[in-house]
Every structure is written in C-alpha cells, then in structure tokens.
C-alpha cells in the first residue's frame, strides 16, 4: 500500500492537472483523512471521499473535499500502486463533480449515488 506521504504527493500531483476554474469556492480545499471512514449502511463499505458545503466541519471549512486514507487501505491494500493511484483519481474526480454541481445548484450526482446505494443494499445487506 502506499504511505499516507505518498497518497498525499499523488493527490497534489492530481490536483494540479485538474482546470483552475474547478477550485471556484473550493474554499477548505482537499484534505487527506488518515481514518478510514465506514459506510452507514455497514458491512465491508468505506467512504473512500465525501464533498462537504458547510461551515462545520473541520473548523468550519465550508466547501472542501475529504479523502479518507484509511479507507483505501482498508480496500485497497493489496493492489499494486498505479491501481490506487487511479483510484485516487476517480475519486477525486467524483468529488469535485459533486463540487461544481453543488456550485450549479445541481444534485444529480448526488442522486445517482443515493440510487447506488439503494441497489447496494437491496442486493448485498440481509436484514
């Protein structure tokens, strides 16, 4: 697994190739989390990233992005480098999209995600 040190160098790195017009408001910025986050839902689910718009978390940030660490070691352990790399990457990716929909006053993504979960749930959790 690469180190924490490492996954914040590739999310620098990352960071940089994405368009300066994605920061807009990006306020809190990104922040890599050494916890891994587990989902609600339970099970072998981690939050790998979340995109917040609020005044509270993290000493009141407002719009930033979180990058649970921890949680891709607890998924991603055993792949090789490049494999967490783009991991990283789409996650990333997921999270601003979430950034310059909220920014556009758009919830789809956040919807599609809902819908995910949903389907998760009614195929893998018993109850």
Known sequence: MIS??????ILDELA???PE???RELNGGIILVPEAKPHSSGGNLYILGEYHNDRTGYGGLGRYIAVYYGSFVKLYANMGA????E???KTLIHEFTH???SLAGDRSLEKKDAETMERYKK???RK
């Not at 924490?4 to 160098?9: C, I, L, T």
């Not at 490049?82 to 790399?85: C, F, S, V």
């Open 4 to 9: 924490f040190e490492e996954a914040g160098v």
């Open 16 to 18: 940089d190739e994405l």
């Open 21 to 23: 017009e994605f920061y």
């Open 82 to 85: 490049e494999y967490q790399k």
């Open 87 to 89: 991991q990283l990457r």
């Open 99 to 101: 950034h310059i929909e």
């Open 123 to 125: 195929r893998y959790i």
